[in-house]
């Protein structure tokens, strides 16, 4: 009995150790390829974990210092003719001077966000030319082959930027200004927060009214949005912000109920996000756009007549 017992263990663990061996050998198509993994104590790691000697890396593209980091970059661009835009906290300033240069060889303007004014001191020593909006935390490179470049496009209809205090006035001029770059037509219109009830909000609701796109930039109860969203028929794009006291946990409490809102037609980004509500309103015009001009095609082609 003891024998056919350590028999039995035996085959099993013969049978986990095959099953670990085939284990080991299908993650060798895993393995990474940039410098920093294959070289040195990353290249020992690797071998350790995959039980397996690592091939030797690709050649690089180019001996330069940060060819390999716009190479990676260039495999994120945009589609769809959506213009380029860098995110800036967790780059270096070589690196974010490197991206504007690149982009500028395709756009007329290159454009960072999130730049902290100590870092775009450290860029400016870099490249010049360099423009920066402190309250918008934006930084601008203008292409020095900007008149060859293709304009951007300009979409019909109007993005209304509203925000509740001069709290969120940040967060609103970088969604408006992004927005802007992106093609849109924008105006703003501050500072009508329900604090005082809503005369402020109600004295602004025929521009309000005869925009396409609506973004309410807010943040205590975030209430801003819900009640702009029930005055108008347009799409609202809702951003909360982080302004408030303790229990607006850093714009928690302004996401989770705007995201709760019964209020029909209220999208909702992330915490102070102007980017993402700029994104999301350009492309409700350009999806718009896209529509009408089909529609223009297909009538067109019914009723016989050339294409416009």
Do not use: W
Not at 12 to 28: E, M
Not at 200 to 207: A, I, N, P, Q, T
Not at 233 to 252: F, Q, R
Not at 290 to 295: A, E, G, I, T, V
């Amino acid at each position: 009995m003891l024998l056919s017992r350590t028999s039995t263990v035996a085959r099993s663990q013969c049978k986990v150790d095959n099953r670990a061996r085939s284990h080991r050998l299908a993650l060798r198509p895993l393995q990474a390829t940039s410098n920093d993994n294959v070289n040195g104590a990353g290249a020992a790691d690797a071998a350790c974990v995959f039980h397996a000697p690592l091939p030797a890396p690709p050649a690089p593209v180019s001996t330069g210092p940060l060819a390999a980091f716009i190479e990676a970059e260039k495999s994120y661009r945009s589609q769809g003719g959506i213009p380029e835009v860098v995110f800036g906290p967790g780059k270096s300033a070589d690196q974010i001077a490197a991206m504007l240069q690149s982009i500028t060889e395709r756009q007329r303007v290159a454009l960072a966000t999130r730049i902290e004014p100590d870092m775009y001191a450290a860029v400016r020593k870099v490249v010049q030319g360099v423009e920066y909006n402190a309250r918008a935390k934006l930084l601008t490179l203008r292409s020095p082959i900007a008149d060859q470049l293709p304009k951007s496009e300009r979409l019909p209809g109007t993005v209304a930027i509203v925000s509740g205090g001069s709290a969120d006035l940040a967060i609103a001029e970088e969604c408006r200004l992004l927005a802007e770059h992106l093609g849109a037509f924008c105006i703003r219109l501050p500072d009508v927060g329900l604090g005082n009830g809503l005369t402020r909000l109600l004295g602004v609701l025929e521009s309000l009214r005869a925009a396409d796109v609506v973004v309410v930039v807010s943040g205590l109860d975030g209430a801003l949005a819900s009640v702009v969203a029930g005055l108008v028929d347009a799409p609202v794009v809702a951003c909360p912000t982080s302004v408030g006291y303790g229990a607006v946990l850093s714009g928690a409490a302004p996401l989770l109920a705007q995201l709760s809102c019964t209020t029909p037609g209220l999208v909702v980004t992330n915490i102070d996000n102007g980017f993402g509500a700029a994104m999301a309103a350009t492309k409700m015009l350009r999806m718009a756009n896209r529509l009408n001009q089909s529609r223009r095609q297909a009538e067109v082609a019914q009723a016989g007549g050339p294409a416009p």
